[in-house]
């Protein structure tokens, strides 16, 4: 498997991971209850035609924050990765360390 295929599957089982957190968390049970309530109240409102308009809109909204949450999750990964690497740099085998240098 290559590091790409690794890190996407990597990726793929820490988003699920998130989503069952967010699915048992009561705020978000909250507030996706009513956005499906608004959504209904505007959908019974609307001709036909306009409901489909309406649906559509919802589904680009949400592959639209899939997509935004994707990104900003590979940013703090690549982020946390660079950190990490810095700080190896910094306290690595033959380097002194912070704490020791006060001493």
């Given at each position: 498997m290559s590091f790409k295929d690794a890190r996407q599957a990597f990726l793929?089982?820490?988003?699920e991971d998130i989503s069952e957190r967010l699915a048992n968390s009561p705020e978000y049970k909250q507030l996706f209850s009513e956005k499906n309530e608004l959504l209904n109240s505007l959908k019974v409102k609307l001709a036909p035609e306009d409901r489909k308009l309406l649906l559509k809109?919802?589904?680009a909204e949400a592959v639209l924050a899939s997509l935004s949450?994707?990104?900003f999750y590979e940013a703090g990964l690549s982020d946390g990765v660079q950190i990490a690497q810095g700080?190896?740099?910094f306290t690595g085998p033959g380097?002194?360390?912070r704490e020791e240098n006060h001493a």
């Open positions: 793929a089982v820490r988003c809109l919802d589904e949450e994707d990104v700080l190896l740099l380097r002194i360390r």
